[in-house]
């Protein structure tokens, strides 16, 4: 798709683009209020100021509190010094910086020259995506597990790997799904980025113990196996498996099992295909899209999971198919079936995204040789006419495995045009309302 050719025309274009997201995003999507933050703020002023326990907080007009790892609530301490609202600022500005760092390393080393036209094509694009809508509209903490985990991913891909599992051991800590990655670490056989991580993990949540025995003790024995506690299995937004079984009547647990050993096998299997190619933004892709199925609970907005997979699919010369997912994925289509997801319709509709992240699974290109996996060698023999020897640096095709630009500019008008005229009704959930004033609505997780 040709874009104007003028720096004039380049601006206007971003100018209408900016436009009509801003109309997106202030009629489709509902305001989540910071429902998650709020979990995070009264959780931690109450424990610091109030002397109360860590799990027994609820929001108040709400039967729902804090779910994480008590080493969670001791990363969120600073928030007992701080108002609300500049709890609320801190948290956008912090998700802004992570998204940041997620961006600058899927891009990869030749960041620099996509220039400000596709930097801001890529954002409008980037500010449509539901699940990363929902992480800031929530104030969650999504995008900076990502970012700590993808860091290990850049000193893996580097060569550097010292220290790799850091971020990874502190996201476990802080969250259960990340803890996958360490088996991705055990399939690469990557066994001292392996014990880093798994070290870091158990030496936060021994911290955690130290300030709050009890809260760590009723966690790991109790809190950890109730469900209930995050929210129905059932409800809409949770797009996993559990969820998709849920939908059905099926919640059995022997047949979640099954579900999630098949799920794994798959992982397993195209994951030590991406590492023995050494295509390590392939592994952690697969890794992410793996946790959010084989997870009890995958609200929407963990679903930022699924960004590497976008650029791998861009860098692999696929942005056509990168963009018709990632339109489905901007459109909020699975709230249609908010009220009643029975029938066939409701069977693939209410489900769409846990299908897009099943077929990720299993169809991303994975084990490309290093020249296959320049994220300009594919897409610019479609856009762009063979280079002149005079000007060799326009099409130089260097090793950097990680472009995730090509794919919004080149799905841009797609992503657009299938956002239009699906806006959903207010309901008594925190993630399908403004205002989570019900006897059940559902918790942050």
């Excluded at 009629?27 to 998650?36: A, E, G, I, K, S």
């Excluded at 997801?341 to 897009?356: E, P, Q, R």
């Amino acid at each position: 798709m040709r874009g104007p050719s003028t720096d004039r025309g380049r601006l206007l274009l971003v100018l209408v683009l900016v436009a009509a997201v801003t109309a997106f995003t202030a009629t489709v999507p509902l305001l989540r209020d910071w429902f998650d933050l709020r979990v995070y703020y009264g959780t931690v002023h109450t424990w610091v100021h109030h002397g109360g326990r860590i799990y027994d907080y609820r929001v108040p007009g709400t039967t729902y509190g804090f779910t994480y790892p008590p080493f969670a609530a001791v990363g969120m301490l600073p928030m007992a010094l701080v108002g609300l609202h500049m709890a609320i600022a801190a948290s956008l500005l912090v998700n802004l910086a992570a998204l940041a760092f997620v961006l600058r390393i899927l891009a990869g080393p030749g960041w620099r020259r996509w220039g400000w036209y596709r930097w801001a094509l890529a954002l409008c694009a980037l500010a449509l995506f539901e699940p990363l809508r929902d992480t800031f509209s929530f104030g969650q903490v999504n995008l900076v597990l990502l970012a700590l985990v993808l860091g290990d991913c850049c000193l893996l891909r580097s060569g550097r790997g010292r220290w790799a599992g850091v971020g990874i051991g502190l996201a476990a800590a802080v969250k259960l799904t990340p803890a996958l990655f360490i088996g991705m670490l055990l399939l690469a056989r990557r066994w001292r980025a392996a014990a880093t991580a798994t070290a870091v993990a158990f030496a936060a949540t021994g911290l955690a113990a130290w300030a709050d025995p009890k809260a760590s003790r009723f966690y790991w024995t109790q809190a950890l196996w109730d469900t209930s506690r995050v929210g129905r299995l059932d409800y809409v937004s949770n797009q996993s498996l559990q969820g998709v079984l849920a939908r059905l009547g099926h919640p059995d647990k022997p047949l979640w099992a099954t579900a999630v050993l098949l799920t794994l096998a798959v992982w397993a299997w195209r994951t030590r295909k991406a590492v023995a190619a050494e295509d390590w933004t392939a592994a952690f892709a697969l890794t992410g899209l793996a946790a959010c199925l084989v997870s009890p609970i995958t609200w929407v907005h963990h679903l930022v999971w699924a960004l590497p997979s976008f650029a791998l699919l861009a860098r692999a010369g696929y942005p056509r198919i990168a963009g018709a997912l990632y339109a489905v994925m901007c459109t909020s289509v699975v709230w249609l079936w908010f009220d009643d997801a029975s029938g066939v319709d409701g069977f693939f509709g209410s489900n769409l995204y846990t299908w897009i992240t099943l077929g990720l699974l299993l169809g991303l290109p994975t084990g490309q040789s290093r020249a296959e996996r320049s994220p300009l060698s594919r897409t610019a023999r479609v856009t762009a006419p063979t280079p002149s020897t005079a000007k060799p640096a326009a099409m130089a095709v260097s090793d950097q495995p990680e472009s995730s630009s090509g794919a919004a500019a080149a799905a841009i008008g797609t992503v657009l045009g299938s956002g239009r005229g699906l806006a959903r009704r207010a309901s008594s959930e925190p993630t399908g309302s403004t205002r989570p004033a019900a006897s059940k609505p559902q918790s942050s997780s």
